[in-house]
């Protein structure tokens, strides 16, 4: 759906963003991660169309977007870092606005912005003026505007920015929600946010893709420990002996004492083996009661850390 | 392009700019009708239209100063840019909603000759013409000032700018009068702008070759021009500047003299100053 190849950006001599490739397919929702300044922003304008690359190409269904820039965009809607509002408008002038200039055909536009103001829940303030809004509700206003004309592709970025968490999870769902019918490149720096909407991240950072894959796939590459983490009721020495007596268990460390007259602890197993069941029976039959057990959890914050620390990454 | 004439038209009425700039063009109108028609009962409405041309100076930069440098300071120009529509369509139709606000006011003046019409004899056909040439200058001059704001994100530096160059335009004729006639005058100047246009070529391309080239072909003209026809430099920055006199056309117009070719000569400054404009903004968004 969306092919980028060989995309390099260059303001002077400084370069933003240096050869990146990376396609899309259909109905996929796509991360993009990387710390402030990575190119995040400058990836998503190129492909939106709206500056353009030194070098490469961005196709939209395989339209090219400088060749066809009319027909490409109209497949794109888009909520850039700042949504584009125009602050003397009201929700409703607005989003009529887009409509037109999105080229919906008149008489289709009332009903689909019914639709779309009640899908991102902007009814209520349709005759506000945009500037008396929240950060919330702006944000809002920007998505409905991305939403407009029913593009086959959204690009996102940083669509959760500034909102409270109640709001977070709205637009979340909504993401997903819409995620189910369209294709999204969706950029963020919260790591949680993008292992629970995203299918596939890209980890950007000084302009290059230092890693790519879903969120397990990535996991993996990091860090190759086989972990369990463990919170156990009893004496520390006991259970350690308990665990060390254990089959496959490679490592035992402590991990804090977090609730009185408990201990945790962090076991590493030998690669590929599952050793929780056999944790938990050999840990009850010794008598001791496992208040948490929490598997290998993929940790996007850890990869996301290992890979911009090192400018190679790992590919 | 209907859809962003209809919404910078709107914004004009939601903002205060488009009732500033009615209130003051009339306001000041009406000082200058009752003064020069009124109070001295003469049916020379000419007269009186001449005299906006010092408004223009003032609130010209006022109704273009933020018609594109708002869109890049809030990046509502990302939704713009992102849309299907094309560059044209958005910069004609913010040009058009400008000259619209100006052709309103300008039509509200219309009911002054009426006015002096039922005192006396009025040269309908003179004024006719008047207003034809000063609605041609106000239209060329809104596209100079969309053309300035264009170059800058701030409102205050666009109007800034834009009231410097309406100053030197107005200012233009006095300054060409100021200037030296002589032949040698005429070469060094067109060395400066064989210089200035080298750096130009040289700063856009970063091409040292096409820089050589241009100076080298520009250097050629000059030498041959003057060899086959050395008069052609008598008085050359009269003649360039008075092209450039905007004002100087007018004046035909305020006689009743309605000229096709003044006519051509301030459409096509618009059409230049709107695609400048188009280019400007396409250029931003390709370095």
């Known amino acids: ?315 | 392009m209907l859809a962003m004439f209809q919404k910078e038209l709107r914004s004009y009425f939601t903002s205060a700019i488009g009732y500033i700039f009615i209130g003051t063009f009339l306001l000041i109108t009406g000082i200058f009708f009752t003064m020069y028609n009124l109070l001295s009962a003469s049916p020379s409405y000419n007269y009186t239209l001449q005299s906006l041309i010092t408004i223009f100076l003032f609130i010209i930069p006022v109704l273009t100063m933020k018609i594109i440098s708002e869109e890049t300071k809030t990046k509502t120009d990302q939704l713009l840019f992102t849309s299907p529509l094309k560059i044209t369509d958005i910069i004609v139709g913010k040009y058009l909603a400008a000259l619209a606000i100006f052709t309103i006011s300008l039509l509200i003046t219309v009911i002054y000759p009426i006015i002096l019409s039922t005192f006396g004899t009025i040269y309908a056909s003179e004024i006719l013409s008047g207003y034809i040439g000063i609605y041609l200058l106000g239209a060329t001059l809104i596209a100079i000032g969309l053309f300035v704001s264009s170059l800058t994100e701030s409102q205050v530096a666009s109007a800034v700018i834009c009231f410097g160059v309406l100053l030197f335009i107005f200012l233009i004729d006095n300054i060409e009068q100021a200037l030296p006639s002589t032949r040698n005058a005429s070469i060094v100047f067109v060395l400066i702008m064989v210089a200035i246009f080298s750096l130009f070529v040289y700063f856009s391309t970063k091409n040292i070759y096409a820089a050589t080239v241009s100076t080298l072909v520009g250097l050629s003209v000059t030498i041959t021009s003057y060899l086959v026809k050395k008069e052609a430099f008598d008085g050359l920055l009269q003649k360039v500047f008075g092209w450039f006199s905007l004002i100087k056309r007018y004046t035909l117009f305020s006689q009743g003299v309605l000229s096709l070719n003044s006519v051509v000569y301030y459409l096509s400054f618009i059409a230049a100053f709107i695609f400048l404009t188009i280019r400007v903004v396409d250029k931003r968004r390709w370095s």
């Open chain 1, 1 to 315: 759906m969306i092919e980028i190849e060989n995309i390099t950006k260059r303001y002077g001599d400084q370069v933003a963003l240096d050869n990146i490739n990376f396609t899309v397919e259909k109905g996929e929702v796509l991360g993009f991660l990387g710390p402030n300044g990575a190119g995040k922003s400058t990836a998503m304008n190129i492909i939106t169309g709206y500056i353009s690359a030194t070098d490469g190409n961005v196709r939209i269904d395989g339209i090219d977007i400088l060749e066809n820039p009319e027909a490409a965009k109209k497949k794109i809607g888009y909520l850039p870092e700042m949504p584009p509002l125009y602050l003397d408008m009201t929700v409703e002038e607005y989003i009529k606005f887009v409509h037109r200039i999105k080229k919906v055909k008149s008489n289709a536009i009332e009903p689909s912005m019914t639709r779309i103001m009640s899908l991102v829940k902007i009814l209520d303030v349709r005759k506000r003026l945009i500037k008396n809004l929240s950060k919330g509700y702006k944000q809002r206003v920007g998505l409905a505007q991305a939403l407009v004309g029913d593009p086959e592709v959204l690009i996102l970025d940083e669509p959760t920015v500034g909102l409270d968490p109640k709001q977070i999870i709205e637009i979340r769902n909504l993401i997903q929600e819409v995620g189910k019918t369209h294709t999204i490149i969706l950029s963020s720096h919260i790591l949680s946010e993008v292992s629970a909407i995203c299918h596939r991240v890209i980890i950007i950072n000084k302009g290059q893709i230092v890693a790519s894959g879903t969120p397990e796939e990535l996991s993996k590459k990091v860090h190759n420990r086989n972990i369990v983490l463990l919170r156990v009721k009893g004496s520390k020495q006991e259970i350690y002996k308990t665990i060390r007596e254990m089959e496959d268990v490679e490592l035992v460390e402590e991990h804090g004492i977090n609730e009185p007259g408990t201990v945790d602890i962090v076991v590493e197993a030998k690669k590929d083996i599952d050793i929780r069941e056999t944790l938990f029976l050999s840990l009850s039959r010794a008598g001791f009661i496992i208040l948490m057990m929490k598997g290998n959890d993929v940790d996007l914050e850890e990869i996301f850390l290992e890979v911009t620390k090192n400018d190679r990454g790992v590919q």
